[in-house]
């Protein structure tokens, strides 16, 4: 069966850095796109970063709030997906999950990030 499985969330001053791992298994992962969400308390689940399977390209897209500071790549041979997450905010304090694109979605059991001082 599919699973996604997140890693690397912790705690972090601002200005630090993380990075995120998800490591897939049950599909075959470079046929498929791959996304990172975010949610905060109180708020709706919001898309962080995406990129696309490796036959179109692996092309990248990021929310405005995560350009310039967050960076997603793909191993295709590892089956795992990364969030580079760089230059930390208090807000970006959330619960972050990994997505396989497509039908049906696929979620992970979210790793929570915490930026504080």
């Known amino acids: 069966q599919v699973q996604l499985v997140e890693s690397g969330g912790g705690l972090v001053q601002p200005g630090g850095s993380l990075r995120l791992s998800c490591a897939a298994s049950g599909f075959t992962f470079n046929h498929y796109a791959m996304n990172w969400y975010r949610q905060a308390p109180g708020k709706e689940r919001e898309l962080v970063a995406a990129?696309?399977?490796?036959?179109?390209?692996?092309?990248?897209n990021y929310a405005d709030s995560a350009k310039g500071r967050f960076t997603i790549s793909r191993d295709n041979a590892k089956n795992t997906v990364y969030l580079q997450m760089n230059s930390l905010k208090p807000e970006d304090t959330a619960v972050y999950y990994c997505?396989?694109?497509?039908?049906?979605?696929?979620w992970g059991q979210g790793t929570q990030v915490t930026v504080s001082s």
């Open positions: 997505n396989r694109g497509g039908f049906p979605a696929y």
């Open positions: 990129i696309s399977s490796a036959s179109a390209g692996g092309s990248k």
